[in-house]
């Protein structure tokens, strides 16, 4: 067993003098040009890698690269391409390659998760200056592990006692708000590396708050797999997060970013996008499917006429027994503000017209209902109702992932140790 090889972290000044001097004086990518930065496993990543991926970060975080930025971003970034090389070759050892059709469809992944249009990647990186090829060294090591993690599915294995502990979890959280959210995760593999990832986190952060983009840092230095889309968990229940970050994000205004969160994996950051109120009941996604028969009504109508209209909607009632009967009816009144309306929360109607509507059978028919200008009825056609809560697949592939994302770090930490690494700069 070879061991794993760190110089200290102040070589950065020296790296970073490197990268100040090539980024002047606009170096081609050969690497026998300005030599290496580390070997791995006797595979060299050349400094020129680290440059060009440092430009790719900083572009798509929207990250200012200042000279302290840059010593900042250095030592993150070659970490980074030390655990993507060890990735590789794992992945080779395992006989797992990276097709052209594989890069395609993760290129076609990050322009549609980007709202680009097809090609717009390549476009954005021109723009840039940023070789393509620098995307794919960055994709290619992606790939193959998820391709190795894949491997290691058939090792896991999630009982339905799990998810039922789950639902009811979130059941007895169901009054409480739900969160959108968003993540950056990094872990601690060491925990003489905890000020060593605390400080990066802190930086992370320092770069959000000067304007970089928290979906592009997501992508770039997440360690959990939400990273591939931007670090986002979307709308998350009360009870299902850990009870460290949950407690977290119920202190958070939308729009807000966290100090980092302590876990007994790692540092989290988390982004608040949203927040709904909860429900006691969990079926409340409700839509309704609605006929609106409405006749007019001035305000200085007589009573007579009053009389009549109303007397022409209660006799619409007794009479319709579906929507189609319903819109046969307007037809012949010519009134213009009746007709269907599908796919309306009760959220959406007055209060008037939604407490009539909601002890409403498929086919039933309200009482006559007075509004400004005019009378009513309104006829519920139909009705679907949607659980609020996560389905079971939905809580199987969640617990799924947390597990692989464990086995995954395992891996990496025994690569990194059983690996010979040596820095040389």
């Not at 990647?121 to 998820?146: G, S, V």
């Not at 409480?176 to 003489?192: A, G, M, T």
């Not at 697949?393 to 891996?411: C, G, P, V, Y």
Request: aromatic share 4%.
């Amino acid at each position: 067993m070879r061991p794993y090889i760190s110089r200290p972290l102040q070589l950065c000044a020296m790296l970073l003098g490197v990268v100040l001097l090539t980024f002047s004086a606009g170096q081609a990518r050969a690497q026998s040009t300005i030599g290496l930065a580390a070997v791995v496993n006797d595979q060299p990543i050349s400094v020129v890698d680290l440059i060009d991926r440092l430009k790719l970060v900083a572009t798509t975080s929207n990250i200012q690269l200042t000279d302290d930025r840059r010593r900042e971003m250095i030592p993150q970034i070659l970490q980074q391409l030390i655990d993507e090389t060890l990735q590789m070759q794992e992945a080779k050892r395992l006989g797992f390659t990276v097709s052209d059709d594989d890069m395609k469809r993760a290129i076609a992944a990050v322009e549609q998760n980007s709202g680009m249009p097809p090609g717009g990647l390549e476009r954005y990186l021109q723009a840039n200056n940023i070789p393509l090829e620098t995307l794919k060294d960055q994709l290619r090591p992606q790939i193959a592990w998820q391709k190795v993690l894949r491997s290691m599915r058939r090792d896991i294995e999630i009982s339905e006692s799990e998810i039922d502990d789950v639902l009811e979890r979130i059941k007895r959280n169901q009054d409480k708000p739900r969160s959108n959210v968003q993540e950056i995760f990094l872990p601690i593999d060491n925990p003489q590396e905890e000020n060593k990832v605390l400080d990066n986190a802190q930086k992370i952060i320092g770069a959000l708050r000067n304007g970089a983009s928290f979906e592009g840092l997501a992508r770039q230095f997440s360690a959990n797999a939400s990273a591939a889309n931007g670090g986002n968990l979307g709308w998350m229940s009360a009870g299902e997060m850990d009870s460290t970050l949950e407690d977290a994000i119920n202190k958070m205004q939308p729009g807000q970013i966290s100090q980092p969160i302590r876990t007994v994996r790692g540092y989290y950051i988390l982004k608040l996008l949203d927040r709904a109120k909860g429900d006691t009941d969990a079926d409340r996604d409700i839509k309704l499917d609605l006929y609106q028969l409405y006749v007019p009504i001035s305000q200085n109508a007589s009573s007579d006429e009053i009389r009549t209209k109303v007397g022409i909607l209660q006799n619409a009632r007794e009479t319709a027994k579906s929507c189609e009967d319903m819109a046969k009816i307007a037809v012949d009144l010519g009134s213009d503000l009746s007709g269907r309306t599908k796919g309306i929360s009760p959220q959406e109607l007055s209060g008037t017209v939604a407490t009539a509507v909601s002890q409403l059978k498929d086919g039933e028919t309200s009482n006559v209902i007075r509004v400004d200008g005019g009378a009513l009825v309104v006829m519920l056609c139909g009705k679907t109702v949607k659980s609020t809560l996560p389905d079971r697949d939905t809580i199987h592939n969640r617990l799924l992932m947390e597990r692989l994302e464990i086995a995954a770090r395992r891996k990496l930490r025994e690569l990194r140790r059983e690996a010979f690494i040596d820095i040389r700069i």
